[in-house]
């Protein structure tokens, strides 16, 4: 049974830095996506960034590149989301997710199959 627990979520003022971890346990996921989402009041769940396990590939949303940076640690099945230069507008609950092995997808692009609960950031 793969879970995911995310940490580090706080309160803090606009310009500062904040790191998220999220642990997976249940299985290894050294070769699959993770990613972080977040979803502010009132929106839609958007993705944040995402790590390709196997060769550590990125990717970013628009709104926060050059200031958020995903990161893995395989020998301890976590990802980390490093948030710096935050803005009031990066106010949401963070969530993690993973997505099932690659090969289980054929080549084609992976969909999330496991999430975490949650942790909330709030900028202000």
């Known amino acids: 049974h793969v879970q995911l627990v995310e940490s580090g979520g706080a309160s803090l003022q606009a310009g500062g830095s904040l790191r998220l971890s999220c642990e997976v346990s249940?299985?290894?996921?050294?070769?699959?996506?993770l990613g972080w989402f977040r979803q502010a009041p009132g929106r839609e769940r958007e993705a944040v960034a995402t790590i390709y396990t196997g060769d550590d590939i990125t990717d970013y949303a628009d709104s926060v590149k050059g200031r958020f940076t995903i990161s893995q640690d395989g020998f301890k099945n976590t990802v980390y989301l490093e948030m710096d230069s935050l803005l009031p507008e990066d106010t949401a609950i963070y969530y993690c997710?993973?997505?099932?092995?690659?090969?289980?997808?054929?080549?084609?692009?992976?969909?999330?199959?496991?999430w975490g609960q949650g942790t909330q950031v709030t900028v202000s």
């Open positions: 997710a993973a997505s099932r092995p690659l090969w289980m997808y054929g080549g084609k692009e992976p969909e999330f199959a496991y």
């Open positions: 249940g299985r290894s996921v050294n070769d699959n996506c």
